[in-house]
Nanobody, 122 residues
């Protein structure tokens, strides 16, 4: 059974970089047919897909966040990370990591982490 767990600071100051890590157990992030995703949900709003890193290390980002988003991985730790630069209070959200089966296209997550609240405030 695949399990994912987000970790990182819950409070980030405006203009700084938001950094989160997703630790994966029960499956390898380098195994084919899956991408590993970051999704967020601002308060009172719906889910927003941010981007993924595929099993081969390639990345894809939603256009609205592409200029500020970087997803990377550490295969030795079976982890992947999110960095969102130049944050503003509008980036306050619950952030989730997930597994994305490539057979169903990006955004069709079959496993999710529990989510972690990140607040952008000075």
């Amino acid at each position: 059974q695949v399990q994912l767990q987000e970790s990182g600071p819950g409070l980030v100051k405006p203009s700084q970089t938001l950094s989160l890590t997703c630790t994966v157990s029960g499956g390898s992030i380098t195994t084919g047919d899956y991408a590993w995703s970051w999704i967020r949900q601002p308060p009172g709003k719906g889910l927003e897909w941010m981007g993924v890193i595929r099993y081969d290390g390639s990345t894809y980002y939603t256009p609205s966040l592409k200029s500020r988003t970087s997803i990377s991985r550490d295969t030795s730790k079976n982890e992947f990370s999110l960095q969102l630069s130049s944050v503003t209070p509008e980036d306050t959200a619950v952030y989730y990591c997930g597994r994305d089966p490539l057979a169903y296209g990006l955004g069709s997550n079959d496993y999710w982490g529990q989510g972690t609240q990140v607040t952008v405030s000075s």
